[in-house]
């Protein structure tokens, strides 16, 4: 059982950037995939970006050159840098963790983005 942990929403002006963080209580270097999604209001959750233990990303059209994702493996921490935020970014972003074929998800941590 793994238990991820966000951190670091919160409420920011457009063109703001806010940090979010997902600890881990094991290993992330035992996920195949670890990743960011994000759900707004009346729709469907999306991916955001992801990172394969090897190092390397994905990232939604949306937020490809705003926003980065990285992870420091001696702190089991996922992070993701977000800037140039926009109002359409708002939502609750969820930490994914895929450990083989069991999917762990977080809490999530709510991002609002006034305009």
């Known amino acids: 059982q793994v238990q991820l942990v966000e951190s670091g929403g919160g409420v920011v002006r457009a063109g703001g950037s806010l940090r979010l963080s997902c600890a881990a209580s094991g290993t992330i270097l035992s996920a195949n995939v670890m990743g960011w999604y994000r759900q707004a209001p009346g729709k469907q959750r999306e991916l955001v970006a992801t990172?394969?233990?090897?190092?390397?990303?994905n990232y939604a059209a949306s937020v490809k050159g705003r926003f980065t994702i990285s992870r420091d493996n001696t702190k089991n921490t996922v992070y993701l840098q977000m800037n140039s935020l926009k109002p359409e970014d708002t939502g609750v972003y969820y930490c994914?963790?895929?450990?083989?074929?069991?999917?762990?998800w977080g809490q999530g941590t709510q991002v609002t983005v006034s305009s």
């Open positions: 994914l963790g895929a450990y083989g074929d069991k999917n762990y």
């Open positions: 990172i394969i233990s090897g190092g390397m990303t």
